[in-house]
């Protein structure tokens, strides 16, 4: 138990981490997101398919069994980067991520209207305090235009259907054992991000060795922190996993805060102490949100 928490805790950070380092990618390079979106899923599409050497499974279902889930999961996972990097061009990334919170009201628009499934009151309460917090999270400060709202909202759809297909991605090696079959999912869906990268790069504006280097910090945090995320559902399960992973708000409010304590204003706006409060209690009150949706 304390170990999935642990990896949980480790995903929260590095994922808030690498959003960070899209923040810096994109405020450097002209506002580049499908630039690092490119360079980003290409050092990926590497770093998975050197793992997968080691995870390869000796028998595989036949690629018919498991393409679907595949191939729709890692298109809306790279829509919802999209989204989310040009999100990030126009608000900081401390606020950007305890909104992706609000994955749970799409999630529960999909079990309603697709799966019939009914809701508790508990898991009512969790949406309504979710939007709440996303009501604090966008007002305070500056606040964050249509754009961004919309952005964040795309996002937020394109993920949460992509989480439902890697979940039946997963179930489809499900044979080898929650750890292994997380591994082997998380690598064919990285490798085949990576061939998708490469082939947006004749697209991409000049990738210079500079952008590539911007890249790395990026694709290193984001691809650490999804191999904890998984560890972390094998050890604790996915539910449980949701929930420590929420954790990820906070950890970026307070990355945000020493970010711009540092003077790099470019990344994160220097906000008064009232305001980093306020949003600290909307990122906390965030995640005790989807808390309860889940164990409701």
């Not at 450097?28 to 050197?50: D, K, T």
């Not at 529960?108 to 508790?120: C, M, N, P, Q």
Request: hydrophobic residues 55%; charged residues 10%; aromatic residues 16%.
């Amino acid at each position: 138990m304390i170990t999935g928490v642990l990896f949980g805790f480790f995903a929260a950070f590095f994922q808030s981490g690498s959003y960070l380092f899209s923040k810096r990618y994109v405020a450097r390079f002209e506002q580049s997101a499908f630039g690092l979106l490119a360079a980003g899923h290409c050092i990926m599409g590497v770093f998975a398919a050197a793992l997968l050497l080691f995870f390869f499974p000796r028998t595989m279902p036949p690629v018919s069994s498991f393409a679907v889930p595949l191939v729709c999961g890692v298109a809306m996972y790279l829509a919802g980067q999209t989204a989310l990097f040009f999100c990030l061009r126009c608000a900081d990334a401390s606020r950007v991520s305890p909104l992706l919170g609000l994955k749970i009201i799409v999630l529960a628009a999909i079990s309603i209207t697709i799966l019939g499934k009914h809701f508790g009151a508990l898991q009512w309460t969790g949406i309504g305090l979710t939007l709440y917090a996303a009501y604090l999270l966008g007002s305070s400060g500056l606040g964050l235009d249509l754009g961004a709202w919309a952005y964040v909202a795309a996002a937020c759809l394109f993920y949460s259907v992509s989480d439902l297909c890697m979940k039946e991605l997963i179930n489809r090696f499900s044979y080898l054992g929650l750890f292994s079959a997380c591994v082997v999912s998380a690598c064919f869906s990285y490798v085949l991000a990576g061939v998708a990268a490469i082939a947006l790069l004749p697209f991409v504006k000049s990738q210079s060795s500079a952008r590539w280097k911007a890249a790395l910090p990026f694709a290193a945090f984001w691809f650490v922190g999804i191999l904890f995320l998984f560890g972390c559902f094998a050890s604790i399960g996915v539910v449980f996993g949701n929930i420590v992973q929420s954790t990820r708000g906070i950890l970026s409010l307070a990355m945000g805060w020493a970010v711009a304590r540092r003077g790099h204003e470019h990344i994160e706006e220097k906000i008064p102490g009232r305001v980093f409060g306020v949003r600290v209690a909307a990122g906390s009150l965030m995640m005790a949100a989807i808390a309860l949706f889940y164990l409701g």
